[in-house]
Nanobody, 124 residues
Framework: VQLQASGGGSVQAGGSLRLSCVAS????????MGWFRQAPGNEREFVAS????????YYRDSVKGRFTISRDNAKNTVYLQMNSLKPEDTGVYYC??????????????????WGQGTLVTVSS
C-alpha cells in the first residue's frame, strides 16, 4: 500500500496550492479518502474527507469555502485545492484512506492508510 502525496510548497498569504495523492496497492474506489495536516508542535488534525464516489465531502470549519477536496477514481488520485491560504494553514499535509465510515469528520485512529506527507508553508 502506498499513498504518494505531492504539490506542497511555499506561498504567500492569499495564494493557492493544489495537493495530489496517488494511491496504489489497494482498491482506491472502495475507500473514503481524506486529508490531515500537522503544524509544528501541534497534533495532526483532520482537514477534509470525500466519499468513495466523490459525491459527499466534509471539511473542518476553518477551511470551509477555501479548500476543495476531489477525487478521480480512474487515476487513483485524491486532490486538495487550497485557495486563499493563510499562515495558519502551514504544516505537513497527509492524505489518508479509510474503508469503514462515511465522509465526515475523521479521527487519526479511524485511518487505515497514511501517505508520507507534503509540506505547505504560507508566509504573511
Amino acid at each position: 500500500v502506498q499513498l504518494q502525496a505531492s504539490g506542497g510548497g511555499s506561498v504567500q498569504a492569499g495564494g493557492s496550492l493544489r495537493l495530489s495523492c496517488v494511491a496504489s496497492g489497494f482498491t482506491f474506489s472502495v475507500y473514503n479518502m481524506g486529508w490531515f495536516r500537522q503544524a509544528p508542535g501541534n497534533e495532526r488534525e483532520f482537514v477534509a474527507s470525500i466519499s468513495r464516489s466523490g459525491g459527499v465531502t466534509y471539511y473542518r470549519d476553518s477551511v470551509k469555502g477555501r479548500f476543495t477536496i476531489s477525487r478521480d477514481n480512474a487515476k487513483n488520485t485524491v486532490y486538495l485545492q487550497m485557495n486563499s491560504l493563510k499562515p495558519e494553514d502551514t504544516g505537513v499535509y497527509y492524505c489518508a484512506a479509510r474503508y469503514y465510515g462515511g465522509s465526515y469528520y475523521w479521527t487519526k485512529a479511524q485511518v487505515d492508510y497514511w501517505g508520507q506527507g507534503t509540506l505547505v508553508t504560507v508566509s504573511s
